[in-house]
């Protein structure tokens, strides 16, 4: 209910007078801290920024690291994932095992995992392999 109030909360901040569409996301990180964030848009479309990594943001800026659930919360018929790149940011910090809420400004809607939606992740294993 914490990751809930959170994004619910801070989904009222966004800044989206182009789509009109508020996402808010909250995250726990593996000690129990969370941090949260909302999209911003941008006039120049593709330079806003996704909940998602404004709450991955706020957590590296306080010096944490390791995701253990993150809830996303918009308002829509259909359930909205973190997007892809997302999906990487969210990678960088979390486990296949990473819990994906889904919600809306009502009820949580859903329940995913990290891996169910991006499998075959990037992760810095790769890049040792390669060294």
């Given at each position: 209910?914490?990751?809930?109030?959170?994004?619910?909360?801070?989904?009222?901040?966004?800044?989206?007078?182009?789509?009109?569409?508020?996402?808010?996301?909250?995250?726990?990180?593996t000690d129990g801290t969370v941090f949260s964030g909302c999209n911003v848009e941008n006039v120049a479309y593709?330079?806003?920024?996704?909940?998602?990594?404004?709450?991955?943001?706020?957590?590296?800026?306080?010096?944490?690291?390791?995701?253990?659930?993150?809830?996303?919360?918009?308002?829509?018929?259909?359930?909205?994932?973190?997007?892809?790149?997302?999906?990487?940011?969210?990678?960088?910090?979390?486990?296949p095992d990473t819990l994906i809420i889904l919600a809306s400004p009502d009820a949580e809607v859903g329940r995913?995992?990290?891996?169910?939606?991006?499998?075959?992740?990037?992760?810095?294993?790769?890049?040792?392999?390669?060294?």
């Open positions: 209910m914490k990751l809930f109030t959170a994004a619910k909360t801070v989904r009222e901040n966004a800044h989206a007078p182009y789509s009109n569409f508020k996402v808010g996301a909250a995250l726990k990180t593709p330079e806003g920024t996704c909940a998602e990594a404004g709450a991955i943001a706020a957590m590296v800026a306080a010096g944490q690291g390791g995701i253990a659930e993150i809830l996303v919360m918009a308002d829509s018929e259909v359930p909205i994932t973190p997007c892809g790149g997302c999906r990487q940011k969210i990678a960088e910090f979390g486990t995913t995992t990290l891996g169910a939606l991006l499998p075959g992740a990037f992760v810095p294993a790769h890049l040792d392999a390669g060294a």
